[in-house]
């Protein structure tokens, strides 16, 4: 018998919750492999809360937000669709009041809620988690707790904000102008601006830059990435890098390889991610390409304005050019929010509850610091206090017992009623006309051209033709093994991998939509990207050579 669920209240149940609703869509991007028990109740509550508050304070016409439900360690979610039209037409009135202030203030605002949230963060690092007191611990922990919820508040309320706003801006031009975000001349109007993800991984270039000066491209080259901190503190050249990339780590590198999880160290536990980045940067040798790439991009997107506002009739203008302007901050923001919200909120959680873990096993409650992550907060609050009066190691062996056995067996990508099919499913969300649906989590399907003779279909997220040798990458540790022109396959990517795409010459990747990652950098650093093939990864084999023609959505494999 179990002693509690992961997420009391929202454990996935057949029965009722397929007649509330006759699909739920397995969040893939997120939870597989399958999420640890603490995290899964941190993303399952505050994400869900996130999303139906943002949907709420901008009124959004057409749904609530979503629902969302826990089932071994993978996130299922369903749209709270606005049902009457009475309704909608009610909501569509009360938006356009709510939208203004990003439209007149996008800046402003944005910039408001990263003081507030980097001031959190700054609260929950000022306590030593190694001396404080039991009291002190739970404290900082039901802190951060709140913290994450405050989190997802700001990251929907702008999330649908601007991405609400793309959906309207490619409406506009769709019937206006005649294109939409598969045009190479939408995509042009949408790239070319700086964000600070971009900014971290120019400084990690910079590093390499630094490591060469200072005599130190050997420590890097000659070495492997796991030895590589050890072989710089032999020396003083090697002590003095590291003195001031941990500088850069204790500002920018609350961090993890994988976004959305606790159970990996961040950059700041262990540098090593971030000193492969710099190897392969002192691989590459050259500029930050970046830099040129968007003086090239920007050229080419004011150029396109000019031409997309003279297609657009004067009495529209007034509405069009304000929606360009928000809509052209949807791939700033998700870049960003990454950074500054999902990211570093997920390393404050880790930095709690490690804290709490280490008193655990202190304190005989549990094994091992990490095991924590095995126990939800209910469980904590439990022992928090006075630890060694409670032996929690019965909680963690089943949890853990369990979490092996769903990294075993992948959850289903949908779950559907009887007599619901997956068409059917795709077509209400669809029309619900959610931004993060279409243009985040499910995005546009392929269409098959047997003319191409194609050997994979999917659709444009950047435009443009490569060909070179297919690099398979299925987890971020694996990055180091891209080398300069290799065209990348994955699943899909995080920001964790942007700085490889300043070395690879293409993307083929098994789901994403115009406002996922692969799509937003790929067309910042001017490479073709096709999105949404599916069975990239399983088709593709590293070291074939494959040609990307994203202007078609076509892959073609050369080897076989």
């Known amino acids: ?46 994400c869900r809360h996130g999303m139906q508050y943002g949907a709420e304070k901008l009124s959004l016409p057409t749904v609530h937000g979503w629902d969302w439900r826990f089932m071994n360690g993978g996130g299922y979610l369903t749209l709270l669709l606005v049902k009457s ?18 439209i007149k203030d996008y800046d402003g605002i944005w910039n408001g809620f990263v003081k507030e949230i980097l001031g959190r963060y700054e609260k929950l690092k000022e306590l030593d988690v190694d001396t404080a007191s039991n009291i002190e611990l739970l404290d900082n922990f039901e802190e951060t707790i709140n913290t994450c919820r405050r989190m997802w508040e700001i990251h929907m309320y702008m999330m649908y904000g601007t991405y609400t706003a793309y959906i309207l801006f490619e409406n506009m031009c769709r019937e206006l102008v005649g294109i939409d975000d598969t045009s190479p001349s939408f995509h042009r109007i949408v790239s070319g601006f700086d964000n600070k993800v971009f900014q971290v991984d120019r400084r990690l270039w910079e590093f390499s830059k630094i490591a060469s000066d200072m005599g130190l491209d050997d420590v890097f080259l000659k070495n492997e990435e796991v030895d590589i901190r050890e072989k710089l503190e032999e020396s003083d050249s090697g002590h003095n890098f ?67 506002l003279a297609k657009v009739p004067s009495e529209q203008r007034a509405w069009f050019e304000p929606l360009m302007r928000l809509a052209q901050k949807s791939g700033i923001f998700s870049e960003e929010h990454d950074h500054y919200l999902d990211l570093y ?34 469980e904590v609050r439990r ?25 075993k067996t992948p959850n289903p990508p949908a779950i ?14 669809v029309k619900s006309n959610d931004p993060i649906a279409l243009k985040v989590v499910v995005g546009s399907m392929p269409q098959v051209r047997p003319e191409l003779k194609a050997d994979l279909y999917g659709t444009c997220g950047s435009p443009g033709v490569a060909e070179g040798t297919a690099r398979v990458i299925v987890t971020e540790d694996e990055l180091h093994l891209i080398k300069a022109g290799d065209i990348l396959v994955a699943a899909s990517t995080s920001p964790s991998w942007t700085p490889v795409f300043s070395m690879i010459s293409g993307v083929v990747v098994d789901r994403g939509a115009s406002l996922s990652h692969a799509a937003i950098v790929g067309r910042e650093y001017g490479i073709p990207v096709v999105m949404n093939v599916f069975e990239g990864t399983t088709k593709i084999q590293s070291g074939q050579r494959i040609r990307v023609d994203a202007n078609l959505g076509a892959v073609y494999i050369l080897d076989k």
Request: hydrophobic fraction near 40%.
């Open 85 to 102: 039209e009475e309704e909608k037409q009610r909501r569509e009135v009360e938006f356009r009041k709510a939208i203004l202030p990003l």
């Open 345 to 378: 909120t997920h390393a404050m959680m880790r930095r709690s509850a490690l804290g709490l873990g280490r008193r655990f096993v202190k304190a005989g409650a549990i094994d091992d610091h990490e095991d924590i992550f095995f126990l939800i907060p209910d």
């Open 1 to 46: 018998m179990k002693v509690y669920d992961v997420v009391p209240g929202l454990e996935f149940d057949a029965e009722r919750d397929l007649a509330q609703s006759p699909a739920w869509f397995l969040d893939a991007t997120h939870s597989v492999p399958p999420w640890t028990p603490m995290f899964g109740w941190f993303w399952i509550n505050f």
């Open 416 to 429: 559907l009623a009887e007599g619901f099919d997956l068409d059917q499913a795709m077509g209400v969300l």
């Open 242 to 308: 590291l003195k001031q990339f941990r500088e850069f780590l204790n500002e920018d590198g609350w961090r993890m390889q994988r976004m959305s999880e606790i159970n990996l160290p961040t950059w700041v536990e262990d540098p090593t991610p971030a000193l492969s980045m710099v190897k392969q940067f002192i691989q590459k040798g050259g500029s930050f390409n970046l830099d040129e790439e968007r003086k090239k991009i920007s050229v080419e997107r004011a150029e396109t304005e000019k031409e997309i």
């Open 383 to 407: 022992a928090g206090i006075n630890p060694g009066q409670f032996d929690l190691r019965y909680i963690v062996d089943r949890r853990r017992a369990e979490w092996l056995e769903w990294q």
